[in-house]
Each structure stands twice: as C-alpha cells, then as structure tokens.
C-alpha cells in the first residue's frame, strides 16, 4: 500500500481542493496524509511513496509566495503529481515562464494526449476535464508534453528523468484513472 502525502496548496482551513484528492487516493487503496504547503519544510516527504500538491483558489501571486516551500522537488526523486497551482509552481521552478490570463479556461474542456506514457494508462485519446484557472506556464526544459488543449498548450508535463508529473486541469473532478495511474507509480 503506498503512503501518499497531499499539499494543500490553499490557505490554511481551506479544503475544498485536498478534501476529493484525499478520498480518491484513499478508495484507491493507498494511505494519505494532508498537509498544508507551510509544512513541506518541516516534514520529511521521504517517508511517503510520493506527493501530490493539490490546487488553489484563483489567485495573481500564489506562484510567487509559495516558491520557498516547493524548492525541495529539485531534488525530490519519488512520484509527485502537482495539480493546478501544484503545476504553475513546479514549472516555474522549472524555468516555465508564466503566463497570466493568456490561456484562461473556466469550466469543461476537452483534452488530448500528445505522447503516451504510464499516468495517462486505460485514459482515451481525448478527455474531458474540469478547468480553473487564468494562469498558466509553458513548457520549461526538461519536460515532455502529455497532454494538450485548444485554449492551453501544456495540459499535462512530465519531467525527462525522474516521475515528475503536474497537470493544468483538475482530475479529482473527472478524471480519477489519472490519480489512479499515479498511485500505481508510487507502489
């Protein structure tokens, strides 16, 4: 059974973004912690299997005031799968410029694959998937494109080297084999 820990990425007391994160990770049979993203400092996420940084309400400095407690996945070598705010902030630790309001997505969308890979297994070639957001990072060196969409270009990344995923949508809403497929890489 893996031990999974999710970042609350929110501030602290707000759940609505961990809360279904937490209850897939569980049904799919792993254990989970939460945390919030203050904590990433003080915890040691080498004793979890792998991590999951949730999203956040919509907010113009999330990326930026977060930065200092996220310098860790650098050199952090088990699965993490950031989500939303998770992916922003990874990319731009990355080298990802960010890109504000200019590829906005509010709602369903339909997303395709650009490259297989294990996070996207038993998922079709276009999907449906629940998007909040005005921000968005390009594709910072390193990372392969997975997953793409008409509004936004990097849907879903992966770093080249190491189990390194974040996507832009939310898949605690529809798309529950992706958190599935991660808790299969972290076992």
């Known amino acids: 059974m893996a031990k999974i820990v999710i970042v609350n990425n929110a501030e602290p007391g707000i759940n609505e973004f961990v809360a279904p994160i937490d209850d897939l990770v569980k049904a ?10 203050a904590e990433c400092l ?10 999951i940084l949730s999203g956040s309400p919509q907010g113009d400095d999330i990326v930026e005031h977060h ?18 705010a998770g992916h922003h902030i990874t990319g731009f630790l990355y080298g990802s410029k960010l890109l504000r309001s200019e590829e906005p997505e509010m709602g369903d969308f339909k997303v395709f694959k650009t490259t297989e890979d294990p996070i996207l297994r038993h998922m ?11 921000d968005s990072v390009t594709l910072p060196a390193g990372f392969e494109l997975l997953a793409s969409s008409k509004t936004c270009f990097n849907q879903l990344m992966k770093h080249k080297q190491k189990p390194l995923y974040t996507c832009q949508f939310h898949p605690e809403y529809y798309n529950h084999q992706l958190i599935q497929n991660f808790k299969s890489l972290c076992e």
């Open 28 to 37: 799919a049979g792993s254990s989970s912690k939460c945390i919030e993203y």
């Open 42 to 51: 003080s915890i040691d996420l080498n004793d979890f299997d792998g991590v």
């Open 67 to 84: 930065l200092p407690y996220f310098r860790w996945i650098k050199e952090y070598e088990k699965p993490v799968l950031g989500i939303c």
């Open 124 to 134: 079709p070639e276009t999907f449906r998937v629940k998007q909040m957001h005005n």
